[in-house]
């Protein structure tokens, strides 16, 4: 099993993360910080956590990579069969992996587990956030409909356990037209067409956002979001679990998805009636 924590000056709050890490039930823990490059003291908080924990590697990188970059490193460095993202602004409980291991055992057929979660704003409000939508759903072609809607609390399963396989199933978390953009999306969407999600109805993992959060910087206009669409057509393409005919259904249910109003409605009609 392996903690995966990419992290960019973090230095004023990673320390509850891996303090959190630390507390785990679960032994045999591997736990791999990508510092990239930060310019306050991450590494040096980190480099004093590795030395009081031997199952700690810190991996300092050379140029600044950004998350994505920095993620599929640490994924691909990992030595787990098991792994998840512990982010830097992030507090696992204790039973955090005891939980979604033992969920991930007990089916077979599943490619991610995951709990319910709790938010920190940055307003000071607390928020439960659970993501329900794929509870129950075995088909491939359904969980893809359900991320392709993108539902509220869709990037709630990104705090999850997921198997190596799915990664290499994936590929790692692909950049869309205009970088890194919610690109957890894309790679969610392409998990959930290797496999089922399994939700631990618990809250057993709790974030805290920061001024900097980079989710909080992001600007959601329509040429962000038009890439984003275009990059899950890509990743629908990719999928190895999906036959022709279904992927041309999910891409065509996305597409009109994109396109939305500006298709004119006999062509709505007609692909509604070809199931895309």
Same mark, same amino acid.
């Given at each position: 099993? @392996?903690?995966?924590?990419?992290?960019? &000056?973090?230095?004023?709050? !990673?320390?509850?993360?891996?303090?959190?890490?630390?507390?785990?039930?679960?032994? &045999?823990? /591997?736990?791999? !910080?990508?510092?990239? =490059?930060?310019?306050?003291?991450?590494?040096?908080?980190?480099?004093?956590?590795?030395?009081? +924990?031997?199952?700690?590697?810190?991996?300092?990188?050379?140029? &600044?990579?950004?998350?994505? =970059? &920095? @993620?599929? /490193?640490?994924?691909? /460095?990992?030595?787990?069969?098991?792994?998840?993202?512990?982010? +830097?602004?992030?507090?696992?409980?204790?039973?955090?992996?005891?939980? $979604?291991?033992?969920?991930?055992?007990?089916?077979?057929?599943?490619?991610?587990?995951? @709990?319910?979660?709790?938010? %920190?704003?940055?307003?000071?409000?607390?928020?439960? +956030?659970?993501?329900?939508?794929?509870?129950?759903?075995?088909?491939?072609? /359904?969980? *893809?409909?359900?991320?392709?809607?993108?539902?509220?609390?869709?990037?709630?399963?990104?705090?999850?356990?997921?198997?190596?396989?799915?990664?290499?199933?994936?590929?790692?978390? +692909?950049?869309?037209?205009? *970088?890194?953009?919610?690109?957890?999306?894309?790679?969610?969407?392409? $998990?959930? $067409?290797?496999?089922?999600?399994?939700?631990?109805?618990?809250?057993?993992?709790?974030?805290?956002?920061?001024?900097?959060?980079? @989710?909080?910087?992001?600007? %959601?206009?329509?040429?962000?979001?038009?890439?984003?669409?275009?990059?899950?057509?890509?990743?629908?393409?990719?999928?190895?679990?999906?036959?022709? !005919?279904?992927?041309?259904?999910?891409?065509? %249910?996305?597409?009109?998805?994109?396109?939305? =109003?500006?298709?004119?409605?006999?062509?709505?009609?007609? $692909?509604?009636?070809?199931?895309?």
């Amino acid at each position: 099993m @392996s903690a995966l924590v990419p992290t960019y &000056n973090g230095a004023a709050f !990673i320390g509850r993360t891996l303090d959190s890490l630390a507390a785990q039930t679960w032994p &045999n823990l /591997e736990v791999l !910080i990508g510092d990239d =490059r930060s310019t306050d003291d991450t590494l040096a908080v980190v480099e004093r956590f590795a030395a009081a +924990h031997p199952n700690v590697r810190v991996l300092e990188r050379d140029t &600044n990579l950004g998350w994505l =970059r &920095n @993620s599929n /490193e640490l994924m691909a /460095e990992a030595r787990g069969e098991l792994m998840f993202f512990a982010f +830097h602004d992030d507090v696992v409980a204790p039973t955090y992996v005891e939980a $979604l291991v033992a969920a991930l055992r007990a089916d077979p057929d599943a490619v991610l587990a995951f @709990s319910d979660m709790e938010v %920190h704003e940055l307003d000071g409000s607390v928020e439960l +956030h659970v993501f329900d939508q794929l509870d129950g759903v075995r088909s491939r072609l /359904e969980r *893809g409909r359900v991320m392709v809607r993108r539902p509220g609390d869709w990037w709630v399963p990104n705090r999850g356990v997921f198997r190596a396989s799915g990664f290499a199933a994936v590929g790692g978390i +692909h950049p869309n037209e205009r *970088g890194e953009y919610s690109a957890d999306w894309t790679w969610l969407l392409g $998990l959930a $067409l290797t496999g089922a999600f399994v939700r631990v109805p618990e809250v057993l993992c709790t974030k805290y956002y920061q001024s900097g959060s980079l @989710s909080k910087k992001w600007p %959601h206009d329509a040429a962000q979001r038009l890439a984003l669409q275009r990059a899950g057509i890509a990743e629908i393409r990719r999928s190895r679990g999906l036959s022709r !005919i279904e992927k041309a259904r999910l891409a065509g %249910h996305l597409r009109r998805r994109v396109l939305g =109003r500006r298709l004119p409605g006999g062509l709505k009609r007609v $692909l509604k009636r070809l199931g895309l």
